[in-house]
């Protein structure tokens, strides 16, 4: 295996920060830049050419790598390639590289870092969600890198249209992907750069083809629960049991649950909406025995004089206490305090939504499962198994919080069609 020089790896890590990659997924940015190193010497292929990133990208499409890992991968040696351009003359490999000075970075890397200062500001300001920071900025990277000689004032609808055009072409990505990066390329040029994005015409579409959930029976999803262990089983019962989206599932607090009346209220979900779903009476148990445990578990924290839960938006500056009371507390709280070195408290957030991903695949392995399973297949499962049960397609929707009811009707392919087809008239019934 090729080692990146220590030099390359110390100024690459930089970048990462400049980029506000968090610090958790530095190893894993490091990781890929050692691999494509290690490919372009096994393979010939120069390491400093974006020619070489299509054949790296297609090699780990080759070894089945996740969507999420070769995202990943891409992002990791885009950013490469803009650690060349500043640095190009440097020599990695000196003997005193690990005394080399940090570099600085030049003025055209200065206004892009202006620019994600500006995306951060303006998600906050029109109340989007952190992942859509974190998905536009990637986006935005890779489009940085694809335009790397151009200044970002001069960025043009035709610099749009040629990368829109090489996703579908030489990356091969789903419609949805190529949706996704033009969403964030219009955010950009209409919220930060301030200008008009016109028409986009002329660019090569992603093929899109036809998606139809994976859906588990009701018996895998009860062996499931057989190898799952708490908290982690409760979080998927109300997966399933909820019909509930991974984050709205994490976020819950206290005060989200009616247990009188078995109702539970989503706030804030998905386009910022709230609902009301039923609570599974077959769960209050597990649910009254979670109030306890977060109680205690809040009570030793108010004697550790701990700094509150994580709070939304505004709400903490206009209520400085709520961030310790009760009814604010997370129904899944992490078993670690965060430290703000800032503020110089120690707060606590929700269970990482990557350990819940984590523990669903580990129980669907243990549990002889052949279906790719994550956290939103018990979502995919909830509805249609209540399609199944004749419930009408209206409340499906309503409880799934979809704000277009053509966007549940995808659950009409993961069942087996009872209706009558036969054309007859309500006369003669």
Not at 42 to 61: E, G, I
Not at 62 to 84: G, H, P, R, T, W
Request: net charge positive; glycine share 2%.
């Amino acid at each position: 295996m090729q080692l990146v020089p220590i030099k390359l790896k110390v100024t690459f890590g930089e970048l990462l920060k400049a980029q506000r990659i968090p610090v958790g997924q530095h190893r894993h940015y490091q990781r890929w830049l050692r691999y494509y190193l290690d490919f372009c010497i096994k393979y010939q292929f120069p390491s400093r050419s974006p020619k070489s990133l299509n054949n790296f990208l297609q090699k780990l499409r080759d070894k089945c790598q996740s969507l999420e890992q070769i995202e990943q991968a891409n992002l990791s040696i885009v950013l490469y390639y803009q650690l060349i351009k500043i640095i190009l003359s440097e020599d990695y490999t000196g003997e005193n590289s690990q005394t080399h000075a940090p570099i600085e970075i030049p003025p055209y890397h200065k206004k892009w870092q202006t620019i994600y200062v500006a995306l951060a500001n303006e998600i906050k300001v029109l109340h989007y969600s952190p992942n859509t920071y974190k998905t536009y900025a990637q986006w935005i990277t890779n489009f940085q890198a694809y335009t790397i000689d151009v200044e970002p004032e001069d960025l043009t609808t035709e610099h749009v249209k040629s990368f829109l055009t090489h996703l579908a072409v030489d990356r091969k990505v789903a419609a949805s992907t190529q949706n996704q990066a033009f969403n964030a390329l219009l955010f950009l040029f209409k919220h930060i750069l301030k200008k008009e994005f016109g028409k986009i015409t002329g660019v090569t579409r992603a093929r899109r083809t036809k998606y139809i959930p994976i859906v588990l029976t009701r018996e895998e999803v009860d062996n499931i629960f057989l190898y799952l262990e708490h908290p982690y089983q409760l979080i998927v019962k109300m997966l399933y049991g909820c019909g509930l989206r991974k984050f709205e599932c994490l976020q819950l607090r206290i005060s989200d649950f009616n247990i009188a009346e078995r109702i539970l209220t989503i706030h804030d979900g998905k386009g910022r909406k709230d609902r009301t779903v039923p609570l599974p009476k077959a769960i209050i148990p597990e649910v009254l025995k979670q109030f306890k445990f977060v109680k205690e578990l809040h009570q030793r924290d108010l004697a550790e004089n701990y700094g509150g839960v994580f709070m939304f938006n505004a709400f903490e500056h206009k209520f400085k206490n709520a961030s310790k009371e009760y009814l604010w507390q997370w129904f899944f709280p992490a078993n670690a305090l965060i430290y703000n070195s800032q503020t110089r408290l120690s707060k606590r957030n929700h269970i990482e939504a990557d350990e819940v991903q984590v523990q669903i695949k580990l129980a669907a392995k243990k549990a002889d499962i052949t279906k790719r399973v994550s956290s939103h297949t018990f979502r995919h499962s909830y509805a249609s198994h209540l399609l199944q049960a004749n419930f009408d397609i209206r409340t499906i929707q309503e409880l799934l919080g979809h704000s277009d009811v053509s966007t549940t009707m995808i659950y009409t392919h993961t069942v087996e069609r009872k209706t009558i087809n036969e054309r007859i008239s309500p006369l003669d019934f």
